[in-house]
């Protein structure tokens, strides 16, 4: 993912380059400028928000996982074990989808303690 910021700050830089010199590619350089500098900028933006969100997001998890401990002591009825269990999934995918982005080219945006989480039981 570093490569694609990389690549894109070059060609943003391009851009302002072919706006600076006068060889009729300005319409390029607009362009450049605008479309990579704005896929750049929204990158930028989310790489905090999902990163910190997924470190949120692994705490309730953990919470949950005490909650669902807490719970198998106690005696439950039918609906609040099938509402648990839809919980348990619910959260299970959650997971296995940030394990599979995780080690894909958007693997900066998860933090590197998802693969250690343990689907639920």
């Avoid at 719970?71 to 619910?90: F, K, M």
């Avoid at 394990?99 to 958007?106: D, P, R, S, V």
């Avoid at 693969?115 to 039981?121: N, V």
Wanted: aromatic share 12%; with cysteine.
């Amino acid at each position: 993912m570093i490569v694609v910021f990389i690549v894109l700050a070059a060609l943003v830089a391009l851009g302002f380059y072919l706006l600076s010199e006068s060889y009729n590619w300005e319409g390029l350089g607009i362009f450049l400028v605008g479309v990579c500098g704005a896929t750049l900028l929204i990158m930028l933006i989310f790489l905090p928000i999902n990163f910190y969100g997924w470190r949120a997001s692994m705490e309730a998890i953990e919470a949950t996982r005490l909650t669902i401990e807490n719970s198998r002591t106690s005696d439950l009825s039918d609906l609040e074990r099938a509402t648990l269990t839809n919980q348990i999934v619910g959260i299970n995918a959650k997971i296995a989808r940030a394990k599979y982005w995780n080690q894909t080219i958007f693997n900066i945006y998860y933090p590197d303690e998802v693969m250690e989480i343990e689907p639920l039981r």
